[in-house]
C-alpha cells in the first residue's frame, strides 16, 4: 500500500528535481492519484479522464506510475486490451531516500549537553 504522504514526497522529489513542485501542489496531486487508486495496487485505465490521464502520464515519466496491459479473448473470439495503471512502489521508496530542503535533519551530536543548566534533567514535583 502506498501511503499519502510517501508518494507526495516521492512526487515533491521526482518533478524537476525536487524543484518544480511545492509541497503543498505534490500533496495535491498524490491526493488526486490515490483517490483513483483506493486500496488496490492497480487501476485501469478506462476510469481516466483525459486531463487525469494527462497527470498519470507525468508520473509515468517521472518513474511513479507504470503500465501494463492484458490481453484477453471474448466469447466472440476477438481479442481486447485492457490497460492498468500501477504503482513503481520500488522507484517510490527510492525517491523518498532523496534529501529534500523541507528534510533538514539536525545532527544530534553537534548538541553541546555540558551547556544545559545543571536542573535540566530535574523532574518537577508531581502537583494532584
Same mark, same amino acid.
Given at each position: #500500500? ?19 513542485? +511545492? ?5 495535491? $496531486? @498524490?491526493? =488526486?492519484?490515490?483517490? %483513483? ?12 479522464? &483525459?486531463?487525469?490521464?494527462?497527470? %498519470?502520464? #507525468? $508520473?509515468? /515519466?517521472?518513474?511513479?506510475? %507504470? ?12 481479442? !481486447?486490451?485492457? =490497460?492498468? !495503471?500501477? %504503482?513503481?512502489? /520500488?522507484?517510490?521508496?527510492? $525517491? #523518498?531516500?532523496? @534529501? ?6 539536525? /545532527? ?5 549537553? +555540558?551547556?544545559? &543548566?545543571? +536542573?535540566? !534533567? +530535574?523532574? @518537577? &514535583?508531581?502537583?494532584?
Amino acid at each position: #500500500m502506498i501511503y499519502l504522504n510517501d508518494l507526495t514526497t516521492a512526487i515533491e522529489n521526482s518533478i524537476n528535481g525536487g524543484n518544480g513542485l +511545492d509541497r503543498e501542489q505534490a500533496y495535491d $496531486l @498524490a491526493q =488526486h492519484v490515490l483517490n %483513483f487508486f483506493g486500496y488496490d495496487d492497480r487501476i485501469i485505465d478506462n476510469v481516466l479522464e &483525459p486531463e487525469d490521464r494527462d497527470a %498519470f502520464y #507525468m $508520473l509515468e /515519466d517521472a518513474r511513479i506510475l %507504470f503500465t501494463e496491459r492484458e490481453e484477453i479473448t471474448l466469447y466472440d473470439g476477438r481479442e !481486447w486490451r485492457i =490497460h492498468y !495503471w500501477l %504503482f513503481d512502489k /520500488d522507484r517510490i521508496a527510492e $525517491l #523518498m531516500e532523496l @534529501a529534500s530542503p523541507m528534510k533538514e535533519q539536525r /545532527d544530534v551530536s553537534d548538541f553541546d549537553y +555540558d551547556s544545559l &543548566p545543571s +536542573d535540566a !534533567w +530535574d523532574r @518537577a &514535583p508531581r502537583t494532584e
